[in-house]
DNA sequence: AAAGTTTGTGCAACCCAGTTGCAAAGTTAA
DNA sequence: TTAACTTTGCAACTGGGTTGCACAAACTTT
């Protein structure tokens, strides 16, 4: 439905460009966040400068979110819809060490931690590893 | 004093040549975690891929664990005595954002996460982000 | 001690994710 | 229509990480 997707980049003060609506219609169907890498896979056409600055475009206006698992290439997904990316916003992210798939734990929240002295906190990036159910033997 | 390091060095199984008294040395000195192009820097000398293989060999001897903070680049610091980088043993780590320097906060062990069902846990890794007590204006 | 074997080092080349400059194409505003 | 601005495509580059290979150094065996 082009008008969803339209509706969620107007929405983010994004101009909904025909490259922009097919990168958010693939991120919308995945259930799992997707790299750039994996993106310009999935647009054998598309250029990966054009697609690495939509992705920054979206992070920017936070129709979506980055996630460093640690393989190497950093991965986006989909903010809640009322999500400003602030700390009380985090989740947990899960990265399956067998399918290499990386998982918002929308319902985990990063928990609370007590920083040292004068020490500050601007956001958390936890990221647990292990078995996904799919991959659990 | 070069047998304390060398005693570290065959503590952990690994022979103690003089690159790694040398590096062994330097990651001990610091108070806070060294990438490989850092050490690159800090030894105009040696060569990174052995620098690189060296880091590789303490960290699979347990000597050094490594700490990806999103910065693009994986640094290491020792491990505490009794290590054995199991989950159990994992601590928060803490990036500030203005000097960019990674510290080990060795005395906050990562807290529990509950997984949803049919994921199991191997390793977590979390990074906190923030102005450390030196930048804190 | 000499020969053979294993381990470590240095160099060069490579991989790949990410990033940037620049010009062409498309869009919007005057 | 022209001018100003935005988006896209291409190419080139950066930088961290990694590997193959030959040489050197350190142990083992005879
Ligand atoms: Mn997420
Ligand atoms: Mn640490
Ligand atoms: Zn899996
Ligand atoms: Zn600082």
Redesign the pocket.
């Known amino acids: 439905m082009k008008n969803e997707i339209d509706k969620k980049l107007t929405d983010k003060n994004?101009?909904p460009?025909?490259?922009?609506e097919l990168v958010l219609q693939v991120l919308s169907e995945q259930k799992t966040a997707t790299?750039?890498?994996e993106l310009e896979r999935k647009f054998e056409k598309?250029?990966?400068?054009?697609l690495?600055?939509?992705l920054?475009?979206f992070e920017e206006n936070k129709l979506i979110h980055s996630i460093d698992d640690g393989t190497?290439?950093?991965k986006y997904a989909l903010c809640q819809d009322a999500c400003e990316c602030h700390p009380e916003d985090l989740h947990v992210h899960f990265l399956c060490t067998r399918c290499k798939k990386t998982y918002c734990l929308n319902d985990i929240t990063v928990p609370t931690i007590n920083l040292p002295k004068n020490f500050s906190l601007e956001s958390v990036n936890m990221v647990v590893k292990g078995a996904c159910s799919n991959c659990k033997s």
Do not use: E, Q
Request: charged share 25%.
């Open positions: 994004i101009k460009t025909a490259m922009r790299s750039l890498p598309a250029d990966k400068a054009t690495y600055r939509t920054k475009t190497g290439s950093v």
